[in-house]
């Protein structure tokens, strides 16, 4: 899914995720930690606020800068 924001952010197309996915993925994504970064495929993560949207919080564990 978050290639689909790659995808989008990178033609300067709508990046906005399906909310209800973004929910399913989060937890399993955190429990992952630092095993994403270490796979190589995702950098570190990125600090965003705890209040922040779950897509932005979906997006900054995985390395990427969430707009804002």
């Known amino acids: 899914m978050v290639h689909t ?8 197309r709508p ?5 209800d996915a973004v929910q399913a ?9 630092e095993q994403l970064q270490a796979s190589g495929m995702y950098g570190p993560p ?3 606020p705890d ?3 779950a897509q932005d919080r ?6 990427r800068r969430p707009p804002g």
Request: no cysteine; proline share 12%; charged share 10%.
């Open 46 to 48: 990125v600090p965003v």
């Open 25 to 33: 993925l989060l937890p399993g994504v955190l429990a992952l930690g």
């Open 15 to 19: 990046a906005d995720l399906d909310p």
């Open 51 to 53: 209040d922040a949207p």
């Open 5 to 12: 924001w790659d995808l989008a952010t990178a033609t300067g």
């Open 58 to 63: 979906l997006l900054a564990v995985l390395g």
